[in-house]
């Protein structure tokens, strides 16, 4: 619990977290390294080197501090040992001791030489040459001498070499693992795609587990799509061999008297309404494996409502003036919105539809002047042959409870959702159905 707070850090995808767990361990190293190096190699060897330079210093100054011609026996000592001395008149330029920002061994430098009495300022220009002055017997000398003889030379070359060549073998590694995390990820996309009703192509790949877990999901996806086929071959038989008794039955009706015919009429009118119902559910299912096809939704809208209107609706499409093309299939999305229109006028005297294009999806809102349905009942109207309450009914009679679920089936296999609200234009049900884009 404790590190649920690094979550919102990490990355999301497989890919990121799989470049997180490769390059982590890589930078961590390097660090570690670094600072041990610069430790322990830098600052040992660099106090090493100094003091010996340190001591041959403090010959210098006691050779500088003799009466008898001491300049000129200082520098006969001094030129083997590659030092040069130079006496400053006070009249001399003022020394300014400086070091560049990133020569973290000049720090051990002129640490140590510092730590001499007679020493009073250390310069380091560069990377070849060290600059001191010392005052002996008030009189002051400057000493110059090369960088090497106080640290090793180019002492970067380690941490330049580390990083270059981890950076290339981290990115041959990465690619190595990419192709790698490939099996997966395409294994993830037909899962997702199937899981939104379309089949793509698929052959397991990739390591001996990843390939496993393909082939499992192939065998899954295989019995899921007999499953749906046997349902909807099942569907559509008992729904067509009903057909025949019922016709038969309604040519027996037609020889009995009026009084006694029409409620009988009714019911068989019913029993074909619910076959009709469950042959359309059945086509629906035997679709949900079409391929989606660039379609306009405003156009494919219009079409609704000029149908609605010519069977005497009273139905129009509002807000809708851009021309997009959303990949879809039309004939399911159709259907479903022709369920949704033909409930809106059945419980009200109006509907009105409108289209909302946006970045992830796509909306059609129908909305009724209706009785609406209760939130409490909300799902219980999107369970197959549900019957809410007998108010909704009171005008057109009941239907038989699969056009909601018929339309949230569409729009669930379209990657969406079927939302049932209360609408505040017209006051009744308010239906969204919404498609991924």
Known sequence: MMFNWIKQYMPSGLHGRAALILVLP?????????????????????????????????????????TDNPVVTAKQVAKPLGIQIRKVPNSDEIFIAKRRFYDFTGI?????????????????????????????????FDLTFFRN???ASNPHQLIVNMIFFGAIFTIIAYIYLRNQLRPITRLASAAEAFGLGRTVAYKPSGAVE????????LDMRARIER??????????????????????????????SKDEREPLERDVDEMRQLLDEFLSFARNQSEVASKSTPTDPIALVQTIVDDAKRAGRNVRLVGADIKVFVNMRPLLVKRALENLVMNAVRYGSKAEISVRIETTELTFSISDDGPGIPDHQIEQALKPFSRLDPSRNQN???????????????????GGRLVLSKSESLGGLRAEFIISR
């Open 396 to 414: 057109h009679g009941s239907g038989v409870g699969l056009g909601l679920p018929i339309a949230a089936d569409v729009a669930r296999s379209h």
């Open 227 to 256: 499953h749906i086929e046997q349902r909807t071959m099942i569907l559509s038989g008992v729904s067509h061999d009903l057909r025949t008794p019922l016709t038969r039955l309604k040519l027996g009706l037609s020889l009995l």
């Open 149 to 151: 003889r106080v640290s």
């Open 210 to 217: 990843v390939r496993a877990a393909g082939q499992a999901f």
């Open 108 to 140: 051990v430098v002129r640490r140590e030489l510092m730590s001499l009495s007679n020493v009073k300022a250390v310069g380091l220009p560069d990377d070849g040459t060290v600059r001191i002055r010392i005052l002996v017997l008030d009189q002051i």
């Open 26 to 66: 890589v930078i961590l190293i390097w660090l570690v390294v670094s600072i041990v190096f610069v430790q322990r190699h830098f600052e040992g060897v660099t106090e090493q080197m100094t003091r010996t330079i340190r001591s041959e210093i403090v010959l210098i100054a006691e050779l500088l501090s003799m």
